[in-house]
Nanobody, 126 residues
């Protein structure tokens, strides 16, 4: 069972990045029926919810701190979830993680997620 996140890097404030997370698992499990989410974490702080998407892509949710700037989407044919980040701010600097929910819909609670990717670092300079 794997979630492989990539796309992080260094960007100036006001810039954009798109994170990708490819999902795969044993016995053909590819989380096509699971909600997927993005979280982020800075040193000394808890991992916080950024955004999520339902199993079919029909429902998305985003935290208040990123609403209007970040967008979660998924391509079920590619088994990939994306996080488009626009108008980046220095406070968006963090390691970003993708995760697969135990359920069909995403949730802001970490406890609802059973599988986690390794994280990709995003650094926004001022």
């Amino acid at each position: 069972v794997q979630l492989q996140a990539c796309g992080g890097g260094l960007v100036q404030a006001g810039g954009s990045l798109r994170l990708s997370c490819a999902t795969s698992g044993r016995s053909g499990r590819i989380f096509s029926n699971n909600g997927l989410g993005w979280f982020r974490q800075t040193p000394g702080n808890e991992r916080e919810f950024v955004g999520g998407i339902s199993w079919n892509g029909a429902e998305t949710r985003h935290s208040e701190s990123v609403k209007g700037r970040f967008t979660v989407s998924r391509d079920r044919s590619k088994n990939t979830v994306y996080l488009q980040m626009d108008s980046l701010k220095p406070e968006d600097t963090a390691v970003h993680y993708c995760a697969a929910s135990r359920f069909a819909y995403s949730d802001s609670s970490r406890s609802k997620y059973a599988y986690w990717g390794q994280g990709t670092k995003v650094t926004v300079s001022s």
